[in-house]
């Protein structure tokens, strides 16, 4: 029996509601010695209140030591074991973007980027032009016409987009056609298996194509594609914890994931806190279980932009009192992983945590949430598989085990 066999097994219906406060990229690290993380510099006076009935602890995302892409990240939060079920970022952005992604097909995420007269690549991003100057790009790759293949493109954000080749019976087995580096041309597509070739061919003659479109813009003339993927088939998480569970999220990424698990996605109108929680307090009556997705504290951590960060975090905080007024019974703030701004990039390091459960919780009694004081807090340092069934006991949605 699986750890998600038993949360079925056990769960059980209750009147209670349940947030999951997910600040992408929240652990930092300090810029001196003995000097406080980003969380710690920044002024969170509502979070820190909320440490008086509240276990404070950290989290290992994959395992000790591993750095963490983002899907396998949240997926782990949501009480999947992300070593176990695998997930690729094509069928996260295709599926964020309303690309449904079934078994036989084979979603890819795509990036526009600079290549030089030599066809070497000048900027992974294309400069990072702008979703106006992107969009109508990905529309003339979307009337590319493959014998023999049905591709769907679409646009995702700046210079993102995620593109489908339609089944039946696609191998996914493909390596990406990024370098992740700059001054070298982009790989052509490559099959790992036999089974794969034809989905190499069939996606090497679009990228072709797509090219010749392409090849007189100024910036966005040429193109990568990574994470080939399909339908991962994937337990849906409201059969698992029996919860009406809905995602808020700006970025298609995280509305991929949730979707790809089984939960709702509240269209959100705005692009900070404050528009995501208003969001999910309009849909409150209507489901148990809240994923709520902030994703600048992880830009400014790639950025490192250790003040910026900081102020994401005051962000969040300062607009908090209007998400704890639609009266949660568990809230869970934490991160998928850590971002320190000295760094610029994802790392190993635990992830705090805050479980604020007041009719269940210990609490320690008040003090300033932060990387150290979670090193020291009562939960101790656990995996983030874990969270799942401490949100569900606190919301009493469990069931005993045995007699």
């Known amino acids: 029996m699986t750890d998600l066999d038993l949360a079925r097994e056990l769960n059980r219906p209750a009147p209670t509601k349940i947030v999951l406060l997910v600040l992408d990229g929240l652990g930092g690290l300090p810029r001196e010695p003995g000097g406080p993380t980003e969380l710690e510099a920044a002024h969170t006076p509502n979070l820190d209140g909320l440490t008086s009935h509240a276990s404070l602890g950290q989290l290992i995302p994959i395992r000790p030591g591993i750095t963490p892409g983002s899907g396998p990240a949240h997926l782990a939060l949501f009480g999947y074991d992300p070593v176990q079920h695998r997930i690729g970022r094509g069928v996260l952005e295709a599926t964020g973007v309303g690309l449904e992604v079934h078994r036989g097909d084979v979603a890819a995420r795509g990036n526009f980027v600079t290549l030089d007269r030599a066809g070497r690549i000048q900027d992974r991003r294309a400069?990072?032009?702008?979703?106006?100057?992107?969009?109508?790009?990905?529309?003339?790759?979307a009337a590319v016409e493959i014998p023999g293949a049905r591709f769907e493109v679409r646009h995702v954000r700046e210079y993102r987009f995620a593109v489908v080749l339609r089944g039946p019976g696609h191998s996914a087995n493909l390596e990406d056609t990024d370098p992740q580096a700059s001054e070298q041309p982009p790989a052509p597509v490559r099959a790992r298996t036999p089974d794969a070739e034809p989905a190499a061919r069939l996606f090497q003659q679009w990228i072709e194509a797509s090219s010749r479109l392409l090849a007189d813009h100024p910036r966005a003339n040429g193109l990568t594609l990574r994470g080939f993927s399909t339908d991962p088939d994937f337990p849906r998480f409201p059969d698992i914890y029996g919860l009406r569970a809905a995602c808020a999220a700006v970025y298609?990424?995280?509305?991929?994931?949730?979707?790809?698990?089984?939960?709702?996605?509240?269209?959100?109108?705005?692009?900070?806190?404050?528009?995501?929680?208003?969001?999910?307090?309009?849909?409150?009556?209507?489901?148990?279980?809240?994923?709520?997705?902030?994703?600048?504290?992880?830009?400014?951590?790639?950025?490192?932009?250790?003040?910026?960060?900081?102020?994401?975090?005051?962000a969040v905080d300062a607009a908090l009192p209007s998400l704890l007024a639609a009266g949660p019974d568990v809230l869970a703030l934490t991160g998928d992983h850590s971002t320190p701004s000295r760094m610029r990039t994802h790392s190993w390091h635990p992830v705090p945590l805050l479980l604020w459960a007041p009719a269940t919780a210990r609490g320690l009694g008040p003090t300033k949430f932060g990387e150290t004081s979670c090193a020291r807090g009562d939960l101790g340092t656990l995996p983030s598989t874990a969270l799942m069934p401490l949100l569900m006991a606190h919301a009493q949605r469990f069931d005993k085990f045995g007699a």
């Open 127 to 141: 400069g990072r032009i702008s979703t106006g100057e992107a969009a109508p790009l990905v529309d003339q790759m």
């Open 252 to 314: 298609p990424m995280y509305r991929g994931v949730a979707s790809l698990v089984g939960m709702q996605i509240l269209p959100v109108s705005g692009e900070r806190p404050e528009d995501e929680f208003r969001t999910v307090v309009q849909a409150w009556p209507d489901f148990d279980f809240f994923f709520i997705h902030i994703k600048k504290t992880d830009s400014r951590g790639e950025d490192g932009d250790f003040e910026g960060k900081a102020a994401e975090i005051e």
